[in-house]
């Protein structure tokens, strides 16, 4: 698999844009109302904070309970085949023979299998779980997460960092929109959809949140 078709590839690229529309949104406001750019870089910076470690939190709980569902999960399964693991067995028979295999041969698969790891496979089988998640997973996860946010909120950050002046021209606001563009391609690819429609949605979202966000900076100042 190539590795901008992942699904990896896409949750980094989602977040990404979340992080370039949220502090472009930030700073445009400030420039709106005429900020200065210190102003400008203090807010780029704390957007850039907040927004990684509100994304790191928001994943690593999402995560989390992901894996204390499935734990729970897995735990019920265990219980269940040391109670009674008859039913289970007739349980697994039944989806294979749902799936076109002779009972006969359905029987004999669900007898294997039950006996080389009767949860395993009933967690397979019935839940599509083939393993675990790790416990390093919520964390990990949480930590791509804000990566990937801190990668798109860098970008107007560099811009502020390069060009101080550029937040009064149109310099920050294409880059912003190049950015956006190349993100939600790979968004598009990842998930074999229509690149033309992502990158419409998303030029649009990111259009309308710095022109809402500058017009307000301008009404509030």
Known sequence: MRWYRSEAAR???????DGIIATAGVLQGFAGAGATST??????????VAGSVASFGAKYAELAAARDAERALIAETERDILEDASDDLDDLAAYFV??????PTAREVADHLHRHDAVG?????????DEPTPPSRPLLGGLLNAAAVATGSALPLLILLAYPAAWESWAVFVAVLISLAATSMLIAL???TSVPRAL?????????????SYLAGLVVF
């Open 98 to 103: 749902e799936r076109g295999v002779p009972v």
């Open 200 to 212: 419409r949605r998303t030029l649009a979202i990111g259009l309308a949140t710095m022109g809402l």
């Open 39 to 48: 102003t400008l870089l203090v807010a780029s910076l704390s957007a850039l």
């Open 190 to 192: 990842s998930a074999h």
């Open 11 to 17: 949750d980094f690229a989602v977040a990404t844009n």
């Open 121 to 129: 496979a009933q967690l397979e089988v019935e839940h599509g779980i």
